[in-house]
């Protein structure tokens, strides 16, 4: 008889506990993990290979410990005066956020967020040894400065989780409300900016904060806007000494001489991997008048996804959908489900699927 998990020695806080992980399946339009679905332009796309193609020539050696090149070319592209001595990176966002969970919480520790918020964050604090706490939002999912400062400061946490915008609800955060948080707060506060290539032109991001703020981080992907999640390209930015704090945890030569030169060429093409993103915000306002339209509520979105509510049934929304084709994710909220925009095509697949179950019940 082939041994379980359970029958395992595994951590006792480890028991019980499920992978994060979405449904994966082989179908037409698949909407439900906030990829960017436009593929990396063909020009790009070649001028990669030819960097990982070089890169191949010294594999036989290990990779700069310090990425230095890479960190350089996420300083250029952030702006605000950064600095590669700022820059951290590692492989997904998720690597990086792990980092600063192994720096700064861990065990007797604790790690507050909004919920509901991105499912991570309590997987990665418990897998870390640290206890997650959950806060509160208010109508929409929003978040006022004043009810996240007082949250933050009677909880006293160790480290603080702010999505900004909120993944699973696509709901911005106002500066105030970190501005209060980071005020309220003894320790380290990461604003995770994963979608924020997607918020309105003009909306100031937490980088715009760090200047005196040396228990601040912001966090960013090339998972989304950059149309990279296959590559596993995580960064941050934040003061060279909380930088120094994280290469105590990191693994040796974390980032490989392949990830380093991908990631860094496709640096140099910013403009023209972020050229699909005017697109998806387009979609993304689509579905969200179309849902409206159909009756559905969905929530203000400066993502590259829509959650939306009043739905009757989700399992069995999700279900019909997903014979007709299409793929989105059902998160677990009462009644609501979310959805990816995609391309023009992917997105009225999505809405003419949907259309179609209104009109057939």
Request: glycine share 8%.
């Amino acid at each position: 008889m082939r041994p379980r998990l359970e029958d395992l020695p595994i951590r006792d806080d480890l028991r019980g506990m499920t992978p994060y992980g979405a449904p994966q399946a082989p179908l037409p339009v698949a909407l439900n993990v906030n990829e960017n679905t436009h593929p990396v332009p063909k020009d790009v796309a070649d001028d990669i290979l030819d960097a990982v193609a070089i890169a191949l020539r010294d594999v036989n050696r290990y990779p700069d410990r310090e990425f230095t090149l890479l960190r350089e070319g996420f300083a250029d592209y952030l702006g605000h005066g950064l600095s590669a001595d700022q820059i951290w990176a590692g492989n997904g966002s998720n690597e990086v956020l792990q980092h600063l969970l192994q720096a700064f919480a861990g065990p007797g520790r604790t790690v507050f967020g909004f919920a509901p918020t991105y499912s991570m964050y309590p997987l990665l604090t418990r897998s870390t040894g640290g206890t997650w706490v959950a806060g509160e939002r208010g109508v929409d999912f929003t978040l006022t400065a004043e009810s996240a400062a007082a949250q933050v400061a009677a909880a006293r946490p160790d480290v603080v989780m702010l999505c900004a915008p909120n993944n699973p609800t696509g709901t911005p955060l106002p500066i105030d409300v970190i501005e209060a948080v980071y005020a309220a707060s003894e320790g380290i506060v990461i604003v995770d900016e994963a979608y924020f290539e997607f918020a309105p032109a003009g909306e100031r991001s937490a980088l715009t904060l760090l200047p005196g703020r040396e228990r601040m981080v912001v966090s960013r992907t090339m998972s989304k806007a950059f149309a990279f999640a296959g590559a596993r390209v995580g960064y941050l930015a934040a003061d060279p000494a909380l930088i120094d704090a994280l290469r105590l945890v990191r693994l040796p030569y974390h980032l490989s001489a392949l990830t380093q030169a991908a990631a860094s060429a496709a640096l140099r093409h910013a403009p023209t991997m972020l050229a699909a993103v005017a697109d998806i915000v387009g979609q993304r306002d689509r579905i969200s008048a179309t849902l409206a339209a159909l009756g559905y509520r969905p929530y203000e979105s400066w993502s590259n996804f829509v959650l939306f509510s009043g739905v009757e049934d989700p399992a069995a929304t999700w279900q019909a959908l997903y014979e007709r084709g299409v793929l989105i994710r059902d998160i677990g909220l009462p009644r609501s489900l979310r959805v990816t925009a995609g391309t023009e095509e992917e997105t009225s697949a999505f809405l003419d699927a949907l259309a179609s179950l209104d009109s057939a019940s």
